[in-house]
């Protein structure tokens, strides 16, 4: 792997992997298949709008969705494992209806005068414990270092105060090796929700791409890790 065009092959192996899942159909009828699609297009939200970031040197902001695209990966690779027993507890918690009936309670409680309030609507925690979940995946590796670090920043914390001050008094704009960082560590994120989907959209979505993208991100991240 050459050094010198690292921003290069990380942006080129990027839009393969966009690219990859471009196209796929919404589902109308199976929950599973629809949230699935949903956080496959988070994803490639996240992503793309990673690379803009880094594009115009706002690493902390693109470590940020990074964060972020690691929540939807960890989710949908933990209710993969048990789809069955996971989703109806994941949907219920957000209030999503799974019967008639629970629409049409949700849709009474919406028209209420006066009505409802935010805090009593939207859920106050997570469904489950991101640390737990990521124990289960076989993650937490990378909770305990990549995830907490990047919490520093998404929080506001002053852990990287010191840093970002320098950074600001020298001008200074992340180098292509720090921006090929994030984007590939993003980009291994963004393929594991793509495997799940890969499973889901056999048809949409070829297993094998998929794999054949992953092998090459996990082969550059390990590249920057020996660095």
Request: proline share 4%; glycine share 4%; aromatic share 12%.
């Amino acid at each position: 792997m050459v050094t010198e065009d690292i921003w290069q092959q990380a942006d080129g192996l990027m839009k393969r992997a966009l690219a990859a899942i471009s196209g796929i159909n919404l589902p109308t009828d199976d929950n599973w298949h629809i949230v699935v699609a949903v956080n496959l297009y988070q994803a490639y939200e996240r992503l793309a709008s990673i690379f803009m970031l880094l594009v115009k040197g706002y690493r902390d902001s693109a470590d940020v969705l990074t964060r972020s695209l690691f929540e939807v990966a960890v989710n949908l690779s933990y209710i993969a494992k048990d789809v069955e027993k996971r989703l109806p507890e994941y949907l219920s918690h957000g209030s999503f209806p799974l019967s008639k009936e629970e629409a049409e309670q949700l849709e009474r409680r919406l028209r209420e005068k006066p009505p409802p309030q935010l805090k009593d609507i939207v859920p106050g925690q997570a469904w489950r414990p991101l640390s737990a979940m990521c124990d289960d995946l076989g993650w937490l590796e990378e909770y305990y270092t990549f995830y907490r670090f990047v919490s520093t920043v998404d929080h506001a914390g002053s852990f990287k105060l010191g840093t970002s001050y320098l950074q600001l008094l020298k001008r200074e704009q992340p180098s292509d090796w720090d921006k090929s960082a994030v984007l590939v560590t993003a980009l291994c994120f963004y393929l594991r929700v793509a495997e799940v989907a890969a499973k889901v959209f056999p048809n949409q979505i070829k297993a094998e791409t998929i794999a054949d993208l992953s092998a090459q991100c996990n082969e550059m991240g390990q590249f920057f890790a020996k660095r």
